[in-house]
C-alpha cells in the first residue's frame, strides 16, 4: 500500500516538473520570439528595401554574418550614430567591411 502511494507521489512530482519545464520552455519561445519582432520591427526603420532583400539574402547563406550585421546596425540606431536609412550600397560596405575581419582573425594550424 505505502509503495503505491509513494509510486503515485512519485508520479505527481515527475508531471509537475514536466509541466514547469515545458511552461518554462513556452516562456523562453515567447521572449525569444518578442526580440525576433522587436529586431525586425527596428530593421523596418532604418533599412531601405534594397539592403532588408540583400540582408535577408545573407541570412539564407550565412545566418551569423547576418545577425552580427542585425546587432550592429540595432546598436548604431539605438545609439543615435544612424543619420539616415540604411541603403543598398552602404550594406555592402558593411558586409565587405565584415567579411574581411573575420578571415583576417582565421588562424590554420597544419
Do not use: C, Y
Not at 3 to 32: C, F, G, H, P, S
Not at 43 to 69: C, D, F, G, N
Not at 93 to 98: D, K, M, P, V
Request: proline fraction near 2%; hydrophobic fraction near 40%.
Amino acid at each position: 500500500m505505502e509503495n503505491d502511494e509513494e509510486l503515485e507521489e512519485l508520479r505527481k512530482r515527475k508531471m509537475m516538473q514536466v509541466q514547469m519545464a515545458a511552461q518554462q520552455e513556452l516562456a523562453r519561445q515567447e521572449k525569444e520570439q518578442q526580440i525576433r519582432e522587436l529586431k525586425q520591427s527596428i530593421l523596418r526603420q532604418i533599412l531601405t528595401p534594397e539592403a532588408r532583400e540583400r540582408l535577408a539574402r545573407v541570412r539564407l547563406a550565412k545566418p551569423e554574418l547576418a545577425e552580427m550585421v542585425e546587432n550592429q546596425l540595432i546598436m548604431l540606431a539605438q545609439s543615435g550614430k544612424l543619420r539616415s536609412m540604411v541603403t543598398d550600397e552602404l550594406m555592402k560596405e558593411l558586409l565587405a567591411r565584415l567579411q574581411a575581419e573575420r578571415k583576417e582573425t582565421r588562424i590554420i594550424r597544419k
